[in-house]
C-alpha cells in the first residue's frame, strides 16, 4: 500500500504526559500537512512542509506542539505536558506540489488521542 | 480570512434517489479551487469531486456533480442513484493562492435502504 499512513491510530495518555505521532507520507510528495478534527468539526490546519522545510504554523499550534520532517521524508508530531483539550483525531496529509493551488491532497487515516 | 460555510449538519436520502449538499464560502481572492471530500467510518478523508473557480462549466465526477454559482459564492455537491457506499461525512473545502485547504463542518450524509 503506497498510501499515507500514520501511527498509532489511537493512544490514549493521561494528562500532563508527552505525546508522539508518525505519519509516512506517498513517497513522491514533497508537501506534508498536519490537520486537527474533533467531533462534530471539519478538520482544522496545524502546519505544513515542503520537503524538511515547515513553511506554516497555525494560531492553533500552541508552545507546546512541535513537528518536524527530517529528510523531507516522515513527519512527526509531539505535543508536550497534553492537556484534555487535546483529544481529537490528529489527520496527517501529502501532496505533490507543483506550483497550482489544486494540488490533491492525500489523507491518512489519522491517530485518535484521548487525553484523560 | 478564508470560511466555509456547510448549513446542514444531518442529511438522508433513499437508495437510488438524488440528493443536494449545500456548501457557501467566501473569500477575497479571484483564483481559487473548492473541493468535496467523504470520510467514512473508516476515517479516510477521500477527495470526491473538485473545481477551478475560473472554469464556468461545473464539475462532474460520475454520479457526483457540482453546482458552482460563483456570484453568490455557492458551491453544492449532488450525488445521483445514491448508494448505500454514499453513506459518510461530506466536508467542502476552499484553498485560493498558496493556502492551506479551509474545510466546512460537515453534512453527515445518511442511504437509507
Known amino acids: 500500500d503506497t498510501g499515507v499512513s500514520q501511527d498509532p491510530r489511537h493512544k490514549i495518555t493521561k494528562r500532563g504526559q508527552n505525546v508522539t505521532f508518525r505519519c509516512d507520507p506517498i513517497?513522491?510528495?514533497?508537501?506534508l500537512y498536519w490537520y486537527r478534527q474533533t467531533l462534530g468539526q471539519g478538520p482544522e490546519f496545524l502546519t505544513y512542509?515542503?520537503?524538511?522545510?515547515?513553511?506554516?504554523k497555525s494560531r492553533l499550534l500552541s508552545d507546546r506542539f512541535s513537528a518536524e520532517r527530517p529528510k523531507g521524508s516522515f513527519s512527526t508530531l509531539e505535543i508536550q505536558r497534553t492537556e484534555q483539550g487535546d483529544s481529537a483525531m490528529y489527520l496527517c496529509?501529502?501532496?505533490?506540489?507543483?506550483?497550482?493551488?489544486?494540488?490533491?491532497?492525500?489523507f491518512g487515516s489519522g491517530t485518535q488521542l484521548s487525553v484523560l | 480570512a478564508q470560511t466555509v460555510t456547510q448549513s446542514q449538519p444531518e442529511m438522508s436520502v433513499q437508495e437510488a434517489e438524488t440528493v443536494t449538499l449545500s456548501c457557501t464560502y467566501d473569500?477575497?481572492?479571484?483564483?481559487?479551487?473548492l473541493f468535496w471530500y467523504k470520510q467514512p467510518p473508516s476515517r479516510q478523508m477521500i477527495l470526491v469531486i473538485r473545481?477551478?473557480?475560473?472554469?464556468?462549466q461545473n464539475a462532474t465526477e460520475n454520479r457526483f456533480s457540482v453546482n458552482f454559482q460563483k456570484a453568490a459564492k455557492s458551491f453544492s455537491l449532488k450525488i445521483s442513484d445514491s448508494q448505500l457506499g454514499d453513506a459518510a461525512m461530506y466536508f467542502c473545502?476552499?484553498?485560493?493562492?498558496?493556502?492551506?485547504?479551509?474545510f466546512g463542518k460537515g453534512t453527515r450524509l445518511s442511504v437509507i435502504a
Open positions: 473545502a476552499l484553498t485560493s493562492g498558496n493556502t492551506p485547504l479551509v
Open positions: 512542509f515542503q520537503n524538511e522545510a515547515q513553511l506554516e
Open positions: 513517497s513522491e510528495h514533497n508537501r
Open positions: 473545481q477551478e473557480a475560473y472554469k464556468q
Open positions: 496529509a501529502s501532496s505533490f506540489f507543483t506550483g497550482a493551488t489544486n494540488e490533491k491532497l492525500f
Open positions: 473569500t477575497s481572492e479571484s483564483d481559487y479551487y
